[in-house]
């Protein structure tokens, strides 16, 4: 949630937990405009939680993402062959929000 706390946004009774976290990506998932077989074959290849991950990223960096379901595919693919982890996406994402600039009275 610190790397990506625009997710937060879509939550419709917040997020407490995974579940939570998962359902609102689901719902994010839509609003990104990812096709629901991109998001299905994501999961079967990242796993559930990983997949939430992974929205909740490309939510908070879509404006510089131009296809939010092709770069879900391409990391799908990338995952496939080993060469994709969530880890330093987490981290490129954490370093960014510390980096954003704060709205004033924040």
């Not at 610190?2 to 419709?12: E, L, N, Q, V």
């Not at 976290?21 to 939680?49: C, D, N, W």
Request: aromatic share 6%; hydrophobic share 45%.
């Amino acid at each position: 949630m610190k790397a990506c706390p625009d997710i937060a946004d879509y939550a419709i009774d917040g997020i407490a937990n995974w579940r939570d976290f998962m359902t609102t990506a689901a719902q994010v998932r839509a609003f990104l405009g990812i096709s629901p077989s991109a998001y299905g074959e994501a999961q079967a290849v990242l796993g559930l939680e990983t997949t939430a991950v992974v929205i909740a990223c490309i939510l908070q960096r879509s404006e510089h993402i131009q296809s939010a379901g092709g770069y879900l595919r391409v990391l799908t693919e990338k995952a496939r062959t080993g060469e994709f982890s969530v880890g330093p996406m987490l981290m490129a994402c954490l370093k960014g929000v510390q980096t954003a600039p704060q709205a004033i009275g924040a």
